[in-house]
């Protein structure tokens, strides 16, 4: 059973002219995204600075509201409903921030910090339940963590903190954005290991937005790969790193650092076009190596390769 389902999302931002230019324009964060997060489930989106992973994650907790599609969450249309509905699906949801410097009041002890969703929903708490989910994230003893401020911790126990705040109201969804790409290589996979452990503790769904596919394959059962506001390549954890099919999803993989590996086998090149420009026909074409003449006038659909494995390509067209 699905906790979110999202379809067709799109997300445009307008952007004022100038006096010279007048026109309406807009940046084009998201352009038609679908998918279906399980109960329980721990799902990866995966893409570069720019593709959009921030705002789908926000739009799926309703933080922002989409210019077009709809999101449900346990089969509730969120942007539907009047404010005291939302304000209940609200406590079914929460969101890590990627900063764990910024997402923390500096004015605040840790024990108020974690209890602050619990006072804003009108929830029960106690001493001893902050405790628990503290020690149960790895701050421990908790004692030793309950009246220190966020400047007086590292930035794996601020992060620590706040997982242990989006835990406190035992939340069916997590959105985590990039959660680990501000902490140091070396504790990165302790704290991974961490937060698939409260997944099951708490059979809690998250959506975990990375840029790093490594991460990604590492923690996510499936992954959506989004490119400048598109799904281009979605499936099976095992499918997508075993055998990426769209070659922006091939230069992802490249990209991890293998040991023995003199050179990336496939090149892209320059960067992420702009979202207020995006390029005609498929939106990778600029920066693909396999590119021919269909892409550069059509964009291709999202369509089933094999079981649960879909690819937006033109090199996998009937």
């Known amino acids: 059973m699905n906790i979110v389902e999202a379809e067709g999302v799109k997300k445009y931002f307008p952007v004022k002219g100038s006096i010279l230019r007048r026109e309406k324009r807009f940046i084009k964060a998201l352009d038609g995204v679908s998918l279906s997060i399980e109960k329980g489930e721990i799902y990866s989106i995966v893409g570069e600075t720019g593709s959009g992973k921030t705002t789908l994650g926000r739009i799926l907790i309703g933080l922002i509201t989409p210019t077009e599609g709809s999101v449900k969450i346990d089969n ?20 890590i921030f990627q900063d764990p410097y910024g997402s923390l009041n500096p004015r605040m002890r840790i024990r108020d910090i974690v209890s602050e969703p619990l006072k804003l929903n009108r929830m029960e708490y106690s001493t001893e339940k902050i405790a628990r989910v503290m020690e149960d994230v790895g701050l ?20 620590r903190v706040a997982i242990a705040r989006a835990l406190a109201i035992s939340p069916e969804f997590i959105v985590a954005d990039e959660p680990v790409s501000m902490l140091d290589v070396s504790i990165r996979a302790n704290f991974l290991n961490m937060m698939r452990e409260m997944n099951k503790k708490y059979n809690v769904s998250m959506l975990m937005i990375t840029h790093d596919i490594s991460v990604a394959s590492y923690i996510g059962r ?10 281009v390549e979605q499936g099976e954890n095992d499918d997508i790193i075993k055998n990426p099919l769209h070659p922006y999803t091939r230069a992802l993989m490249e990209a991890i650092a293998t040991l023995g590996k003199k050179e990336k086998e496939l090149h892209i090149k320059g960067e992420i076009p702009n979202p207020m420009d995006i390029p005609k026909g498929c939106r990778f074409h600029p920066r693909c190596p396999y590119a021919m003449d269909i892409c550069r006038e059509v964009e291709p659909d999202l369509v089933e390769i094999s079981n649960k494995h879909s690819v937006a390509c033109h090199l996998y067209r009937g």
């Open 76 to 95: 509730i249309d969120i942007f539907s409903i009047g404010k005291s509905e939302m304000r209940e699906i609200r406590k079914r949801v929460q969101i």
């Open 140 to 159: 421990k003893p908790a004692s030793d963590f309950m009246d220190r401020y966020p400047h007086q911790l590292s930035g794996g126990q601020r992060q």
């Open 222 to 231: 499936r992954i959506s790969v989004l490119y400048l506001g598109k799904v």
